[in-house]
C-alpha cells in the first residue's frame, strides 16, 4: 500500500482524531498533520451553503500547506470538518445541527460526508440566531458545566446523555467522505 499524507484543517482533538479512527479501518501507512486554518464562515455557520464553504475552505487550506508547505506533491489529502446548522421540515425549532468532512486529494478531487443530524433545544437556537458570532458549543457548554465540551465528548454527547459522543459522528462524516475514495470503481474518481 502507498503510503501518503493527511493535512487536517483543524487543531481541534476531535475533529483530528476522528479522522484518524477513519483513516485506520482502510489504510495502514498514513501520516496525519494540522493546521489552524480561516474557514471564512461565520463562528456558528447557519445553512448547507455556509458549514460545506466552511469544510471546503479548510480542506482547501490544508491540501495547500501540504502542496506549498511542505511540498509534498503527490498521495496527499486535505481535509476539512465543519459543523452547523440546517433547516429541516417538521423539526422544532426548524434546525438540525450536521457535520460535514470535505477531502480533497492532489488532483483537487473532492469528496464529501456527513455525521448524523439532531435538534437542539430552542433555548439553543434562539441564543444562536440571535447572535450569530456565539458558537452552539459555548452555549451548549455553559449548560453542561463544560467550558471544553466541544473539544471533548461535545454537545451529542450532553444531549444523549452520554450514549453518543461527537467523535463518533465526526467519524461517520470522515468514512462517508471516504467511500467514493475505497470504492473508486464504483465511483470512478
Not at 484543517?9 to 493546521?35: C, M, Q, R
Not at 467522505?177 to 470503481?185: D, G, V
Amino acid at each position: 500500500m502507498v503510503s501518503f499524507k493527511i493535512c487536517v484543517g483543524s487543531l481541534n482533538p476531535t475533529k483530528v482524531n476522528a479522522v484518524k479512527i477513519a483513516f485506520e479501518k482502510y489504510f495502514t501507512d498514513f501520516e496525519i498533520l494540522k493546521i489552524r486554518p480561516e474557514s471564512s464562515v461565520p463562528n456558528q455557520p447557519i445553512g448547507m451553503e455556509s458549514i460545506l464553504k466552511g469544510a471546503k475552505n479548510r480542506a482547501e487550506h490544508a491540501l495547500n500547506y501540504l502542496l506549498n508547505e511542505k511540498q509534498i506533491k503527490t498521495n496527499i489529502y486535505g481535509i476539512g470538518i465543519e459543523a452547523g446548522l440546517v433547516k429541516v421540515p417538521y423539526t422544532k425549532t426548524n434546525y438540525m445541527d450536521f457535520q460535514f468532512c470535505v477531502i480533497l486529494d492532489e488532483n483537487r478531487n473532492i469528496t464529501l460526508g456527513s455525521g448524523i443530524a439532531f435538534e437542539y433545544p430552542q433555548s439553543v437556537i434562539n441564543e444562536i440566531l440571535s447572535n450569530q458570532e456565539t458558537e452552539i458549543g459555548t452555549v451548549i457548554g455553559k449548560l453542561a458545566n463544560n467550558m471544553n465540551l466541544k473539544n471533548e465528548a461535545g454537545a451529542i454527547s450532553f444531549l444523549s446523555k452520554n450514549i453518543i459522543a461527537r467523535i463518533e459522528i465526526l467519524t461517520q462524516a470522515v468514512i462517508c467522505a471516504l467511500l467514493p475514495r475505497i470504492n473508486q470503481e464504483l465511483y470512478e474518481l
